[in-house]
């Protein structure tokens, strides 16, 4: 089985909350090329500090995908420093983790990254690969009947020319200048989870509106979805902890501006078929900076054919 993968524009939000972790997200820098290397390894923190916050209060139990004997898992993504399709044999994934390759990548300028879940190929016994595909998910995870959603992982690539603002203390909320790495990280990774890329998502859709369950419950009604449905339409608003926000899956953020997981976007999780530990984001302050000048991500088409 072959599935291509998925990999969509995107950047924005988030904020933090540190707990045990159900999921754990394991970044790999096996493709970085230098953004995270060097002088620069402190942008590591603020890669886990995303990352932890989304495995915290995460609850799924995802099988592990062990490569051995006759069974061969390989992982299908694009290079995160090049773009280029990589394909790894022999790939294990342990149990309730996420593999994530990150790097940096030469982009055009106003685009700040791009994320989304990796494809595979595998071959072995039939248990072997019913565990690679659904993670012991008993919802299927691809395809037309799609309830559910239980990648290996995935990749996230960031702009090596952007204007970054990198926090080197996410507790504590300040005035600042540029494109905030933690929100764009944490959007990316909401791509990695499926939101505006998974079937589980698009099978959720009809025509530019978002039609799960938990995502009208809170809206009240079918959310509006941009053309290519992979986000909530442009300046989509929800609440944090009953504050007024934009979402976090809208196709923008504003320079100097860091955006959090909104209730929206909290029941997108569900609806993709996560189980969601909280309803609400746990904010270190109420205040928020707003800038002026809109930056958007990339677009990329969204690619996940499947065939035998």
Do not use: C
């Not at 809208?250 to 997108?268: F, M, S």
Request: glycine residues 14%; aromatic residues 12%.
């Amino acid at each position: 089985m072959f599935i291509k993968p998925s990999l969509l524009a995107g950047a924005v939000l988030l904020t933090a909350s540190q707990s045990a972790n159900a999921i754990v997200i394991n970044f790999d820098y096996s493709y970085d090329g230098g953004f995270f290397s060097g002088s620069n390894s402190s942008r590591r923190q603020i890669l886990d500090a995303a990352g932890g916050f989304l495995g915290s209060i995460l609850t799924d139990s995802l099988a592990a995908i062990t490569s051995g004997g006759g069974n061969n898992f390989s992982a299908v993504f694009q290079r995160p420093d090049t773009g280029a399709e990589t394909v790894l044999s022999g790939f294990s994934v342990a149990a309730d983790t996420l593999t994530v390759f990150v790097g940096g990548q030469d982009m055009a300028a106003g685009n700040l990254g791009y994320g989304g879940f990796g494809g595979y190929q595998v071959s072995g016994t039939l248990d072997f690969s019913t565990t690679a595909a659904q993670r012991g998910q008993a919802s299927p995870s691809f395809g037309a009947s799609a309830t559910d959603f239980a990648p290996w992982g995935g990749l996230l690539a960031f702009s090596n020319s952007a204007n970054w603002y990198f926090d080197d203390d996410l507790s504590t909320t300040e005035t600042f200048s540029g494109n905030d790495f933690y929100s764009v990280v944490l959007h990316e990774l909401g791509h990695v989870l499926g939101l505006g890329s998974s079937d589980s998502w698009m099978n959720k859709t009809s025509g530019t509106g978002f039609t799960g369950a938990n995502a009208v419950a809170v809206y009240g009604g079918n959310v509006p979805l941009t053309g290519d449905r992979s986000h909530w339409q442009e300046g989509t608003q929800s609440t944090v902890n009953g504050l007024p926000q934009e979402t976090l899956m809208d196709p923008t953020i504003r320079v100097g501006t860091r955006k959090l997981y909104t209730e929206l976007d909290l029941a997108a999780l569900k609806d993709v078929g996560w189980e969601v530990s909280v309803t609400a984001v746990p904010v270190p302050s109420a205040v928020w900076f707003f800038g002026t000048a809109l930056f958007g991500f990339i677009a990329s088409q969204r690619k996940h054919n499947v065939s035998a």
